[in-house]
């Protein structure tokens, strides 16, 4: 068998590829921790106290509805763990607010966890996250 310069040329492509998937990984997981770090001041997470509500399996990840509620929260950050750009939504609440309640459409690239972190009045935080299914991605996917 003779090997031609093309067949190196996809051997060494396929070789770089398979060496970035895990550096894709780590930069997903490095832009996750930065964006609660942003928000959070590193505080510590507590969980409930915050509901999200999402599709266990999303047909088309380009419109995945998604709700988030936390009574007494004055902010509330949304993340997809998968996407490209983690940060999806953040929603602020005044103190005439009814309630602290959101609903929006995100888009999904991929089968992810979808976080939600709720800044609460007094201070402390609160964090609750879900998987969602994705079939069909949204961000190029």
């Known amino acids: 068998m003779q090997v031609?310069?093309?067949?190196?040329?996809?051997l060494g492509l396929g070789a770089a590829a398979l060496a970035a998937l895990p550096l894709r990984a780590q930069t997903a997981n490095a832009n996750i921790e930065a964006a609660i770090l942003d928000f959070t001041g590193d505080a510590e997470l507590a969980d409930g106290g915050v509901t999200l509500t999402a599709p266990e399996i999303a047909?088309?990840?380009n419109t995945v509805p998604i709700k988030v509620e936390a009574p007494g929260a004055s902010e509330i950050l949304v993340l997809a763990a998968g996407n490209p750009n983690p940060q999806v939504g953040r929603f602020a609440f005044g103190p005439l607010a009814a309630s602290q309640y959101a609903s929006t459409r995100i888009r999904l690239a991929q089968t992810q966890d979808v976080i939600a972190i709720a800044r609460l009045e007094d201070g402390s935080f609160a964090r609750t996250s879900q998987e969602v299914k994705v079939t069909i991605g949204g961000c190029g996917g």
């Open 59 to 61: 047909e088309n990840g």
């Open 4 to 10: 031609t310069r093309r067949d190196t040329l996809a």
